[in-house]
């Protein structure tokens, strides 16, 4: 089983900050690696698959980028919408399609 | 628009046995790969298991946790998501949800989610 962990649990940040949320993997997952946003009640929304690429409907100022076990979610400039808990998941060919434990993004 | 509707969740004992259904709508179901995941109270999100569609196999895969327990099924004719989950134990109390995987109007992907069922295993 492939284990995420991501780093920091907690981001304190003020809006317009640029945020950076890091995930790693046990072993090598090239770049088949989401990200998903959960806000209080609310189901996750998927932000990045395939490391990189944007999911629908979702705004530029969230990028992603990483290959192999090192992966990044970069928000460029923190709206007011985006403090969330953001968890990373991978989302190769070999079952189970584990999250990281999740980091929070909360207003400084 | 696609929707995602789950239901059967509630209380049961340690031991017992309960099925969720999740009920699709605006998509093409035959073809969808489904998934549950849940989330237990305060806690991250805990991929549960998955199945290709009929056309892909219909294999399924589980968590290490509840492989053994949990059986996810389909019947494509009602377009409906089963996950039957026997011998309930008080670390499964979570709010499980279905979800799948489309591709949006842009050609990029996004997930579909149900908004969740709660299960509550407790004597």
């Known amino acids: 089983e492939i284990v995420l962990t991501q780093s920091p649990a907690t981001l304190s940040l003020s809006p317009g900050e640029r945020a950076t949320l890091s995930c790693r993997a046990s072993q090598s997952i090239r770049t088949s690696l989401a990200w998903h946003q959960q806000k209080p009640g609310q189901a996750p929304r998927l932000l990045i698959y395939d490391a990189s690429k944007r999911a629908t409907g979702i705004p530029a100022r969230f990028s992603g980028s990483g290959s192999g076990t090192d992966f990044t979610l970069t928000i460029s400039s923190l709206e007011p919408e985006d403090f969330a808990v953001y968890y990373c998941?991978?989302?190769?060919?070999?079952?189970?399609?584990?999250f990281g434990p999740g980091t929070k993004v909360d207003i400084k | 628009e696609v929707q995602l509707v789950e239901s059967g969740g509630g209380l049961v004992k340690p031991g017992g046995s309960l099925r969720l259904s999740c009920v699709a709508s605006g998509l093409t179901f035959t073809n969808a790969w489904m998934t549950w995941v849940r989330q237990a109270p305060g806690k991250g999100l805990e991929w549960v298991g998955r199945?290709?569609?009929?056309?892909?196999?219909?294999?399924?895969d589980y968590a290490a946790p509840v492989k053994g327990r949990f059986t996810i099924s389909r019947e494509d004719a009602r377009n409906t998501l089963y996950l039957h989950m026997n011998s309930l134990q008080t670390e499964d109390t979570a709010v499980y949800y279905c979800?799948?995987?489309?591709?949006?109007?842009?050609?990029?992907?996004?997930?579909?989610w149900g908004q969740g069922t709660l299960v509550t295993v407790s004597s």
């Open positions: 199945i290709k569609s009929e056309n892909d196999g219909g294999t399924t």
């Open positions: 979800l799948t995987t489309l591709v949006g109007y842009d050609r990029n992907l996004f997930d579909s």
């Open positions: 998941q991978q989302r190769s060919s070999r079952p189970p399609f584990t």
